[in-house]
């Protein structure tokens, strides 16, 4: 059927998904099927507004350029689709001629989808609805990663692994370094700075994710030990961090020295700085806490390159299943198990990824709760891709007469 | 004369602290009056311990790699030479025959190469002792520019321009980001990141420099109306900030809504932090806070390839400067006036450069003290060089009926 196609992204950013925005052009623009190619100006929010990019008419320079450009350039929000929403969307693909409809983003994402498009097909409205995957957080069901994960992963990594050459050599100043990554729920981000680590005393030491409960002892033991085998200890936490109480570690239920502290959200509360604080506390080590926050999802610089080419290619992939007569489903990746990596496309139904959220599986934590399996690391690698190799002097020391 | 060579890294290290080294040694292994090449391990504490590398037997591949690897090979220290040390310095001198001393430091590093050297020079031990400058914060007299800065203040240009064009596009959710750099007396690796400008809407929108005075409403007041204009803000500030009576932003004197908050050095002190709250406070918009601490100290993938290239040439240049009869000065670096960049190497008396620290000159600062100006740009610019170039989509909307 011939119409117009609607691009929106929702949600958080990523460093890619704009190549995934670019996919979705190219291969509309590939179509004379699809006419026009619009785009939401701050997803659904903004398109209940009328706020409608025109995306036909997009030079061949800026198309370029947006794969390697970090945000949402259609603009994003994270509005929840109400039921009452519903007839006011179709009245604008009415308006608009919908046919095609492709949104980029995470779980809630996927479940607006879902609910558009089976709106429409109970109305009567043919419509296409194809979900586009994204989130750092890597926690969609249905596919084996999510495009954006790989590079905050590789963010984090380089982050942790940089940090790490600096830390040891000021270990003689300073004895820990803590590094707070996104990450409510799922521990992957924290899990893929492992990657990291090329010699038993490199950082990062011990990553703690949200997977498991935090133990404030047991963590200054963990700490301990480093600093005892190695003279320094880098530290990786979740900022999603809870105590088996379900307390967040971000809510720090310590009193420090100099009052009564109680870091709330609007304080700043931070799972790296509640640990920083816990740790200087029980040994009077010197440290320090990075929290990058938004920058592993912006890092442009930085990404994965096969994250891009991933991101562009669900993009290009999420128009051919439309126009092959899919909908109300999910481009996915799929990974042939084993080495080297080898990666396939596929759909899944958009019911199957909605709303719930992946963990890391148990086989990939290790027993202690404080790292990660080789499991993991295999499963990691090729996403994350090569890190610079770096090296330390070779231990050759003057003898002492 | 001939004899040895000892080598040293003091204070934290930058991302090409270690070029310098790879210079240093080059140098020395040119000359066939330099016998050995002895490296510090830990700086001046280690040294004091006869903790002693021999750089003669490391091999090409190691150097090799050492020029993109950050940290500080040798080990670092932040050992205050009392003049007790003095004597036991001169007999290990005496011991390993070191006539040539090279120290890759900031400030302080720069008074003990000047302590070491005169006392040398009073008991009749011939020594040329030279400095290579290193500090991130560029704040060392003598030398247009520090080896480590341009690196460290390209990282947090890359951060704030990126992160920026993230929270453009998230602006119905987030209205604001805070970036902290290091920077404690001086405001130019705040400053950097001005580079990240491009267009009048672009991050950062407000950039505060130890240099001026904190002011809490004012500050309000400038976040306000950038949000008014842009729908978001982006805000650097310097670790070191202080309000008009010296009192640490840092040191937040405020009560946050859940109870007595005194943040203190070590509940995790940070201006970032400080100032996040006080908007989240004063009028209810969410952001996040981003504090990077040491990334930008060790970010060897982001480096500036210009500054990578002169630290090499600082260590290459000091072996020079001590062959040719020169001692107790530092390598410096002489910038051409104007376009097209251009700087040779020179060297300044060590008691020139020691202990003071540099801030940025009054005219680099805007009058408002919120920003910085045309002249601090261009002097920024080349150091940091070209930053991504990303896109905005052209803003073609569909028309109304």
Known sequence: MKGNALIGQSGGPTAVINASLAGLIEGARRSDRIGKILGMNFGIEGF?????????????????????????????????????????????????????FFLIGGNDTMDTIHRVEAYCREKNWDLWGIGIPKT???????????????????????????????????????????????????????????????GEGDAPHLIYMPERPFDRERFIADARGCVERYGWVSIVVSEGLR???????????????????????????SAGLSVHRILSEATGWRGEFQITESLPMSGADRVSPLDREEAYQCGLRGVEAALVGETGVMISLVREEGSPYRVSYATVPLKDTAVRA????????????????????????????????????????????
Not at 250 to 268: I, P, Y
């Open 48 to 100: 209940l507004e009328e706020r409608i990019y025109d995306l036909s008419s997009q030079s061949g320079e800026i198309l370029d350029k947006l794969r390697m450009t970090p945000g949402s350039a259609l603009g994003s929000c994270r509005y929840k689709v109400g039921d009452e929403d519903l007839p006011r969307i179709l009245e604008l693909f009415r308006k608009y001629d919908i046919r095609y």
């Open 136 to 198: 750092v957080d890597n926690d969609l069901y249905g596919t084996d990663h999510t495009p954006g994960f790989p590079s905050a992963g590789r963010f984090n990594a380089l982050c942790v692994k940089e940090a790490g050459w600096l830390a040891r050599d000021m270990r003689r100043v300073d004895q820990f370094v803590v590094y707070q990554t996104i990450g409510r729920d799922a521990g992957w981000l924290a899990a893929a700075t492992a990657l990291a680590k090329d």
């Open 243 to 269: 105590y088996g109480d379900g307390t967040p570690v971000s809510a720090a239920r310590d009193r420090d020295n100099f009052g009564n502290v109680e870091l709330g959200a609007m304080g700043g509360a």
């Open 358 to 401: 992946k963990a890391m599986p148990d086989h990939y934590i290790n027993e202690a709760g404080n790292g990660v399996t080789p499991a993991c690391l295999d499963y990691l690698r090729p996403l994350v891709g090569e890190l610079p190799d770096f090296v330390c002097l070779e231990p050759i020391f003057i003898k002492e007469e």
